[in-house]
């Protein structure tokens, strides 16, 4: 089992950086490939990227070159650092393990870009 708890979310600027954080608990972080997924108001969840166990990372294309994806397995922890962020970038994120049944998904942390 995995409990995951996002932190971060916050109101910032457009064009400013925001990092989240996505803090993990139980024996399977480790080993797990965790994503995170964004939901804006009245539209459906979109995967934004995923990093796998290794620290490898994958980003969806309106995210390259403005995301970087993180972890740190001893600590449990990883990190989505936004730069250059968009108004379209506000939403709810959370953050969820990839490839376990069940999938375990955070609470989720709000991001607002406004100016």
């Known amino acids: 089992q995995v409990q995951l708890v996002e932190s971060g979310g916050d109101l910032v600027q457009p064009g400013g950086s925001l990092t989240l954080s996505c803090a993990g608990s139980g024996s399977m972080f480790s080993t797990t490939a965790i994503g995170w997924t964004r939901q804006a108001p009245g539209k459906q969840r979109e995967l934004v990227g995923y990093?796998?166990?290794?620290?490898?990372?994958i980003y969806v294309d309106f995210v390259k070159g403005r995301f970087t994806l993180s972890r740190d397995n001893a600590k449990r922890i990883v990190h989505l650092q936004m730069d250059n962020l968009k108004p379209e970038d506000t939403g709810v994120y959370y953050c969820?393990?990839?490839?376990?049944?069940?999938?375990?998904w955070g609470q989720g942390t709000q991001v607002t870009v406004s100016s």
């Open positions: 969820h393990t990839l490839g376990t049944s069940p999938v375990y």
């Open positions: 990093v796998s166990s290794g620290g490898s990372a």
